[in-house]
T-cell receptor
């Protein structure tokens, strides 16, 4: 089956630093990837849609200058949390859409990255 | 506004009992409906979607457009069904913009 990886799985950083999270589709190409955020005991919240070769589309209320997304290749999207603060601490999950010529597309999720900002 | 409600945060049933996880949605247009499952220490994965009209691991879900519901059902629950279940409207491109709050299903021996 399709596999999506995320790196790192967890990261602890100091307030004010920037953190980059990678999302890779390992065995398929993904023109579209998604970034979600999940607070403890809450559901996933879509942050942005990452489009290969073009700018990401951010959901309302998500600061694009705070959460920089780069989708430079068909297998890699990165999310950079700039000048991180404790309130940015969360579980970040990416997904990649596997497009089908026949049938419907399917999202495959990464395992998530736990970010803790001290 | 797009919204998904799953009224039960936790649902406990005994093995072999029927189970129904409720989902109601408020969504513009005619969304495709999905159920995702997350087993302990595993990533989120697609369980089933309405358009496929298939039964996965014994689960089925019927879309009721009148009631805007997409309840997930299984006639005989198994212990391995214990997991977190999320209902999510989306589009035909497999894109989910909104996830429900999730229901934790616990199947007791």
């Amino acid at each position: 089956g399709a596999v999506v990886s995320q790196h790192p799985s967890r990261v602890i950083c100091k307030s004010g630093t920037s953190v980059k999270i990678e999302c890779r589709s390992l065995d398929f190409q993904a023109t579209t990837m998604f970034w979600y955020r999940q607070f403890p005991k809450q559901s996933l919240m879509l942050m942005a849609t990452s489009n290969e070769g073009s700018k990401a589309t951010y959901e309302q209320g998500v600061e694009k200058d705070k959460f920089l997304i780069n989708h430079a290749s068909l297998t890699l999207s990165t999310l950079t949390v700039t000048s991180a603060h404790p309130e940015d601490s969360s579980f970040y999950i990416c997904s990649a859409r596997r497009e089908r010529v026949l049938g419907t597309d399917t999202q495959y999720f990464g395992p998530g990255t736990r970010l803790t900002v001290l | 506004a797009q919204r998904v409600t799953q009224p039960e945060k936790l649902l406990s049933v005994f093995k072999g009992a029927p189970v129904e996880l409720k989902c109601n949605y408020s969504y513009s247009g005619s969304p495709e409906l999905f159920w995702y499952v997350q087993y302990s220490r595993q990533r989120l994965q697609l369980l089933l979607r309405h358009i496929s009209r298939e039964s996965i691991k014994g689960f089925t879900a019927d879309l009721n457009k009148g009631e805007t519901s997409f309840h997930l059902k299984k006639p005989f629950a198994q212990e391995e069904d214990s997991a977190m279940y999320y209902c999510a409207p989306g589009d035909n491109y497999g894109q989910n913009f909104v996830f429900g709050p999730g229901t934790r299903l616990s199947v007791l021996p």
